[in-house]
Nanobody, 114 residues
Framework: VQLTESGGGLVQPGGSLRLSCAAS????????MRWYRQAPGKERGLVAS????????YYADSVKGRFTISRDNAKNTVYLQMNSLKPEDTAVYYC????????WGQGTQVTVSS
């Protein structure tokens, strides 16, 4: 199982980023996928999730209306479009499939700062 996150960076408040997570080693199209984030000194928390078919999504209250999770099963990739970014969105972002909870990628750093 491999999960490779990318797309992070430094962005000003109000800006946007699109994160990608390339997955391999499991049946991606049948697997729900989740994005988590971990800020310095805080526990890792769930940001968004999407079903295998992409027909149902969940968002944490803190990102609802600003972030959009999506997936491309032909590319074994899940995305997180992040708009209207705030300094409190600064964290390392990780993807995971709940059916294989032990596996995590290296994460991608998102820093929101002026």
């Amino acid at each position: 199982v491999q999960l490779t996150e990318s797309g992070g960076g430094l962005v000003q408040p109000g800006g946007s980023l699109r994160l990608s997570c390339a997955a391999s080693g499991f049946a991606f199209s049948g697997a729900a996928m989740r994005w988590y984030r971990q800020a310095p000194g805080k526990e890792r928390g769930l940001v968004a999730s999407i079903t295998g078919a992409g027909d149902s999504t969940y968002y944490a209250d803190s990102v609802k209306g600003r972030f959009t999770i999506s997936r491309d099963n032909a590319k074994n990739t899940v995305y997180l479009q992040m708009n209207s970014l705030k300094p409190e969105d600064t964290a390392v972002y990780y993807c995971q499939t709940p059916s294989l909870r032990a596996y995590w990628g290296q994460g991608t750093q998102v820093t929101v700062s002026s």
